[in-house]
C-alpha cells in the first residue's frame, strides 16, 4: 500500500489549495478514505472522510463550509479542495486509507507521509 500526497505549500489567508492523495497496491474504490492534520505542537485532529462510493462524508466542524472532499476511483486518487484558508489551517495534512468502506474517525490501516500547508501573509 502507498499514500502519496501533494498539493501543499505557501497560501495566503483566504486563498486555496487542493490536495491530492495517490493511492496504490489496493482496490482504491473499496475503501473509505480520509485526511487527517497536525499542527505545529499540537495533536492528530481528523479533517475529513469518506465513506468508498463517496456516499457520506465527514467533516470537522472548523473546517465545515471551506473544505472540501472528494474522491475519483477511476484514478485511485483523493482530493481536499481547501478555501477561505486560514492560518490555524496550517499543519501537516496526512491522507489516510480506511479499514473498511465505511468511514469511521480513527479507523486508519495505512498514512501517507504527509504535505505541508502553510497559510500565512
Known amino acids: 500500500v502507498q499514500l502519496v500526497e501533494s498539493g501543499g505549500g505557501l497560501a495566503q489567508p483566504g486563498g486555496s489549495l487542493r490536495l491530492s492523495c495517490a493511492a496504490s497496491?489496493?482496490?482504491?474504490?473499496?475503501?473509505?478514505m480520509s485526511w487527517a492534520r497536525q499542527a505545529p505542537g499540537k495533536g492528530l485532529e481528523w479533517v475529513s472522510g469518506?465513506?468508498?462510493?463517496?456516499?457520506?462524508?465527514f467533516y470537522t466542524d472548523s473546517v465545515k463550509g471551506r473544505f472540501t472532499i472528494s474522491r475519483d476511483n477511476a484514478k485511485n486518487t483523493l482530493y481536499l479542495q481547501m478555501n477561505s484558508l486560514k492560518p490555524e489551517d496550517t499543519a501537516l495534512y496526512y491522507c489516510?486509507?480506511?479499514?473498511?468502506?465505511?468511514?469511521?474517525?480513527?479507523?486508519?490501516?495505512?498514512w501517507g507521509k504527509g504535505t505541508l500547508v502553510a497559510v500565512a501573509s
Open positions: 489516510a486509507k480506511g479499514y473498511t468502506n465505511r468511514y469511521n474517525e480513527g479507523d486508519v490501516h495505512y
Open positions: 469518506m465513506d468508498s462510493d463517496g456516499s457520506s462524508t
Open positions: 497496491g489496493f482496490t482504491f474504490s473499496a475503501y473509505a
